[in-house]
């Protein structure tokens, strides 16, 4: 179905309960529902928005257009958690009302202050030529859980220099001044991010661009987030434009970042290392981080990406959240594990230790559409090893190590239903490693390896039938053994 723009920018008071009634049974019946990962009733879900700790309690919002699988008027979906593993959906956070936000809430971020929390996010506005007018606006949130929006924006105008595209404020307080880093395209249509500054919230100064050293890196960064993490700065954002490069940038959009010294507010600068992929699977963008009571930097991401048709758009929603994982440094790179609270999840435990040599093995309890699984090959003399997972006769998922190209390697060439097919169908990453962890989390449509303890992670959708449920052990021209144990989480 093609969506008019009419279609696109409705709110959801305007759609008819027989709309919204033929909606939801349609995403009832479909057959790719998560069953532990946060996703929307209906329509779609884009970037997490406004990930904090606030009142003994995770909050986590999302970018959301409810009325169906295309990205329309963007609201503000609120969800919340204890523990970071059972998330409550609470309802609309932002709606787009005002004149500042008519087009959509664009992504923000969230902070408390006073003992409130306050959720600074991009108003997008477009005027009768469709040009577009980003504002940045802030919303409160009191302990009650209701969110008020200000009247007014609190930045009303793109500095000189710069487009319209200019969003996704993340904020932080250092002393007594906050800071919030923009997203930004230069008016030579490269990207960049914009500081800001303010002792109130309310009226916030332009300090300048930040200067980093890549020039020239993608038409527009989105999404960027700065923190500070074991005496590093570390700048994430979402570039746009770059071209794929050997196994780096296959998908539409990337996500990554830049590590360093820390930022230098006055000088707007900060000394850093090259960019590098949070994520090699297809399907992670707009990542957002925020740090805890016990002090964990944690970091959710988007599973999917923008322009790319997905196989549950004809059941009226897409998307997902990935797992929440905890960031740390080591050797000038993030390392990423999924949190611990995910194993409250673990129910029916099977175990299983073996050698495969030029064959591929299945055992009792190892099969699934839901589960937690680590697996630890260590190679013999195997020129490849790995799991085939949410197999069946046709279908397969590939996760494996490729010992003479020393690569992880991801294939969902046979997955199931296609998504994406023209971006690729694997995705590799160099390891040089003998032994190879993989710790994945299966979901119904989804799946996340974290590889050799969150030295990197290959997130991903696959839509295979509810029948592909085989798991199977596999090492190529040699040998290589293994020991695994899974957890169901249904
Ligand atoms: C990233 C993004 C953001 C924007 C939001 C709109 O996916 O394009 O830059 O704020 O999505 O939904």
């Avoid at 989105?222 to 998908?251: A, H, R, T, W």
């Avoid at 590889?451 to 052990?473: A, H, L, M, Q, Y």
Wanted: one cysteine or more.
């Amino acid at each position: 179905m093609e969506w008019t723009k009419e279609q696109r920018y409705r709110q959801i008071k305007d759609a008819s309960d027989e709309e919204l009634l033929e909606l939801k049974t349609r995403v009832s019946r479909c057959p790719w529902r998560q069953t532990f990962h946060i996703q929307p009733d209906t329509g779609l879900l884009n970037d997490p928005n406004g990930f904090s700790y606030y009142n003994g309690e995770y909050h986590l919002f999302y970018q959301w257009f409810p009325l169906g699988p295309v990205h329309g008027l963007k609201y503000w979906y609120h969800t919340k958690s204890k523990n970071l593993v059972h998330w409550e959906n609470v309802g609309i956070g932002i709606e787009p009302k005002h004149y500042y936000d008519s087009h959509g809430a664009y992504s923000g971020s969230a902070i408390e202050h006073e003992g409130k929390l306050y959720l600074l996010y991009t108003g997008n506005a477009r005027d009768e030529n469709w040009i577009r007018h980003p504002y940045q606006c802030i919303a409160i949130m009191d302990e009650t859980g209701k969110i008020e929006k200000l009247e007014e924006p609190v930045i009303h105008e793109v500095p000189k220099g710069y487009t319209e595209h200019f969003r996704d404020p993340k904020i932080w307080k250092e002393g007594d001044t906050f800071y919030a880093v923009i997203g930004a395209q230069r008016e030579d249509e490269t990207g960049c991010v914009v500081l800001y500054s303010s002792s109130d919230l309310l009226d916030w100064k332009c300090k300048g661009e930040l200067q980093t050293a890549l020039k020239t890196f993608g038409y527009m960064w989105e999404c960027p987030d700065y923190f500070e993490l074991q005496n590093k700065g570390v700048l994430i954002f979402s570039p746009q434009g770059l071209e794929p490069e050997k196994d780096c940038y296959q998908n539409i959009y990337q996500s990554g970042y830049i590590i360093g010294d820390k930022l230098d507010v006055n000088q707007l600068s900060m000394s850093h290392s090259f960019f590098q992929e949070l994520d090699r699977g297809f399907d992670f963008y707009a990542p957002q981080t925020t740090v805890d009571s016990n002090g964990r930097r944690i970091l959710v991401g988007w599973m999917g990406l923008p322009e790319i048709d997905y196989p549950t758009d004809k059941n009226g929603w897409a998307h997902c959240l990935t797992l929440p994982r905890e960031l740390s440094v080591h050797n000038g790179k993030l390392i990423q594990k999924p949190v611990e609270e995910l194993q409250t999840l673990r129910k029916q435990q099977h175990e299983v230790k073996d050698t495969v040599c030029g064959e591929k093995k299945m055992y009792d309890g190892f099969a699934g559409t839901a589960y937690e699984m680590v697996c630890e090959f260590e190679n013999e003399n195997a020129a490849a090893f790995g799991i085939e997972f949410r197999a069946d006769n046709h279908e397969k998922t590939i996760i494996k190590y490729d010992a003479i190209e020393k690569k992880v390697i991801l294939d969902r060439a046979s997955s199931g239903e296609a998504v994406g097919e023209s971006y690729g169908t694997i995705r590799k990453c160099a390891i040089d490693a003998q032994k190879i962890k993989f710790h994945m989390f299966v979901d119904t449509s989804s799946v996340e390896i974290f590889v050799n303890d969150g030295e990197e992670v290959f997130t991903s959708r696959i839509f295979p039938s509810r029948e592909s449920k085989e798991i199977r052990f596999f090492a190529a021209d040699g040998s290589a053994s293994f020991q695994a144990v899974k957890w169901n989480y249904e």
